[in-house]
């Protein structure tokens, strides 16, 4: 499976991109537990403009942090360019993340 974005939203646990990442924007960019980011596969492109792996690694910071989950998926799909997200309902135990 290629997974092509990832949203995280708070996240429980903190994250550091690889040492190695081609950007050096992203190169061991460390995100504290709590700090909304986002992964792209746009940031994973070769010389060719070809994602280079199957997941998502790196990160970047969310300049915006969306209060709930309509917050959240408008951003998203604003993001990765979905027209529809009005249709997406929102989690019936849930209308905000947590």
């Keep these: ?9 708070h996240p429980l646990q903190p994250h ?10 992203l190169r061991r960019q ?3 537990d709590g700090e909304t980011h ?5 940031d994973h492109l070769d010389d060719n ?4 792996h199957e997941d998502v690694h790196a990160a970047r910071k969310v ?6 989950f309509r917050d959240a998926l408008t951003y998203v ?3 990765i360019k979905i027209t529809n997200g009005e249709v997406i309902t929102l989690p019936k ?3 905000s993340l947590f």
């Excluded at 290629?2 to 995280?8: G, I, K, P, Q, S």
């Excluded at 690889?18 to 924007?25: A, G, S």
């Excluded at 403009?49 to 280079?52: A, E, I």
């Design 1 to 9: 499976m290629h997974v092509l974005y990832r949203f995280e939203w």
């Design 16 to 25: 550091t991109n690889h040492i190695n990442h081609p950007d050096p924007e």
């Design 30 to 32: 460390f995100f504290q």
């Design 38 to 42: 986002e992964h792209s596969c746009l």
């Design 49 to 52: 403009g070809m994602v280079m």
């Design 63 to 68: 300049l915006v942090d969306p209060s709930d």
């Design 77 to 79: 799909c604003a993001r």
């Design 93 to 95: 135990i849930q209308g």
